[in-house]
């Protein structure tokens, strides 16, 4: 039997795990920021007499057991300890289940300080402090240290029968992963150098860029070599993020292929999104309405503890055990989270704004490994998630709607976005504003968002506006990017909306739009132990590296592809121009050069264009030249039962072409080896569309880089380009053609931006 090492916990996660109980309640409930947080814990201090002690570093033991933290306050002239807690709104507001919470941890001070002390008896209290009036609510219960022994003794007997499973878990976790062998007889070529890189990166502490051709086993290999230094590094997690739902299932199968889902102690966990997970969309977050949310908290140890015996929690198994329990999916899932080995989902659990994942790896201080699936990905999505929106069309017509005092509180926010807009200059569509928002602007942004917030609190009464408080919500969003704007990103103002009905002054919708995400990520890469971030497309590795903030010590290596020139005929068509001035002139020749192609090799397709109006163009053209030539394409808005059907076209044996968005999901993360495709058409060089919007992201590049229009057009493109045509080979038996459909792939700028394996062919004109 693994020998009992001594488990340190806080007075939180102790009380977190055994003090809940009655109904998951995610009402709308108004709540400070960390900032106001501990303004609050200041001003409620500050008003204590001399002697108080502020920040008091306690802890107890039980056994092995080691229980830590701070108690906010005691005062030694009354013997009283303080648990103070910030909120908007009185006291009387918050819900039971929370405040039971709270007196547990009160308790536990209170037992700590009558230890250290010698304490017969201690006064504890809960100090419920409201930010906006200043007021404090201060409920007291008197208890005798051996009441507060037994109560603490009775959680810590709990929690620690909890926590020497999980840590036999862990030690039959690591000497399984310390002998864990590759699932194949052989590697792939390159895919053990991929591996070995991988494993050293963990090993130093280090963040790694692997560029890898496609049809490697990417996955495979950084999955295997992160689960192998686990041990050794004293790894509590490793987290798989991916931009896409392919990448998930790619990551499940490669843990289940290692043996994660039969033989190895490995708890892997899937999480997708909340709306869905939701079992009943129809419903509020709380007891009186959902009947998974009525009891959560009572039925929630036996689910936590079927979870961690079955360990294999993806989508599927994870919603039948919660259902089997009575308890949401979700927040089985947002549970467990704590206690999985390996992660598995979306980049936003780490690095958005709010990531549920990076605040866990900092709260409780995880030594986290990160894989970064097709990392080319992150630079728009991290861009996306550093960026805010402020709609007016939007507010204007909530402000119509609202009741009267939800309208008085709008109304302020609306004389101060008024005389804003007064002083903008005319202009069409948006406009840059170098300097940001005024800060009065956006204090009473903020002094809006807080009154709205205590207007929405839980009462009696009709449910609030679900619109409304989804714009309190961006709005708060809002107002955290705004406080971080700097030349990293661009604040524009418009496009220009009229009031409900047309009368009254127009305002300007409001945009923070990030261009260069790194300073937000640096404390993300910082946080990680180590982060491996892989693609068959991370070049030129400068523009990555630079756009995500990644530190100077990062790792880059680029292996070789193990397929041969020979199998992949890659050609130029110098005669096509597919230039927005050009598109219907080459319409011809374009659909010609598939529907030679095709009548050359029979067989599966893919045609890719840089927008639907030109997909549509050159589909419709095809019918009318090669009406023989089966086709089929992508379409707006596909939900992903389409993506399936669409996809499922590609068989063996097949005959036809699927016509797709460059960038879009047919794009990247299909793999249709063999014959199942022989081919592929790219229409375009994958850039950006040259408007306004992408011009003032290419200025502002340019004053930061110097290199303005790489970073914002070629690159962006190229990989896209690249992205597409490596959907073609997929192992080293297979043998296809891709055709670049543009006479800019000729030039020399362009041609050293794509894979030095292959051997491009600049085609004669037919």
Known sequence: MFPVVDI???????????????????????????????AGHQTVTARRGAGYQRELALSARFGPLLVQGRADGFDPATRRVEEIK????????????????????????????CEQLGLEQIEVALVYFDIDSGQETVLTETWTADALRDFFEELCERYFAWARADQLHRHARDEALSALTFPFPAFRTGQRELAADVYRANVRARHLLAQAPTGIGKTMATVFASLRAMPGQSTDRLLFLTARTTGRQLALDALERLGAATRLPLRVLERVARDKACEHPDKACHGESCPLA???????????????????????????????????????????????????????????????????????????????????????????????????????????????DIRKALDALHRRWSAFARDLPPAEGAQALADGLPDDWLLSLQNTCNTLLDLLAPQPGPTPDPALQNWVFEAMHFVRIAEGFGEHSLCEAGPWAAPPGGRGRRLPTLRIRNVVPAPWLEARWATAHSATLFSATLSPVEHVKEMLGL?????HVDLPSPFAAEQLRVRIAPWISTRYPDRLRSLDALVDVIGTQFHERPGNYLAFFSSFEY??????????????????????????????????????????????????????????????????????????????????????????????????????GLMRVVQAAGRVIRSEQDRGCVWLLDDRFARAEVRRLLPSWWRIEVAPRP
């Open 86 to 113: 910030t909120r908007r709104g009185h006291a009387s507001e918050v819900p039971a289940n929370h405040q039971a919470l709270h007196w547990a941890q009160a308790r536990i001070y209170g037992w700590m300080l």
């Open 551 to 555: 530190p100077t010590d990062a790792v």
């Open 8 to 38: 340190a916990v806080s007075v939180r996660t102790l009380c977190h795990f055994t003090a809940r109980s009655g109904d998951l309640d995610l009402r709308f409930t108004p709540s400070p920021t960390g900032v106001e947080g501990i």
């Open 615 to 716: 997909l549509d163009l050159a589909r419709q053209r095809l019918a009318q030249r090669h009406p023989d030539l089966p086709h089929w394409a992508q379409t707006r808005g596909m939900e992903e039962p389409e993506r399936d059907a669409f996809v499922a076209r590609f068989v063996e044996g097949g005959q036809g072409v699927g016509f797709a968005v460059l960038g879009g999901a047919f794009g990247e993360g299909i793999d249709l080896p063999g014959e199942r495709l022989v081919g592929a058409f790219i229409a375009t060089l994958g850039l950006p569309q040259v408007n306004a919007e992408n011009e003032r992201m290419r200025e502002r590049l340019q004053q930061r880089t110097g290199h303005g229009y790489d970073h914002t057009y070629l690159f962006p």
């Open 294 to 404: 009525r009891g959560f908290y009572d039925r929630l140890p036996a689910a936590r503890a079927e979870a961690a015996r079955v360990a294999w929690l993806d989508r599927d198994r994870l919603r039948a055990l919660a259902l089997e329990h009575g308890v949401c999916p979700y927040y089985l899932g947002q549970e467990m989270q704590r206690w999985c080995d390996v992660l598995v989902g979306d980049y936003n659990h780490w690095f958005d704004v709010g990531a549920h994942w990076f605040a866990l790896a900092e709260d409780q201080g995880w030594r986290a490994a990160l894989l970064v699936d097709e990392a080319h990905n992150l630079i728009d999505r991290a861009r996306s998630m550093y960026s805010a929106t402020l709609n007016a069309h939007e507010f204007l017509r909530l402000r119509h709607e609202a009741p009267p």
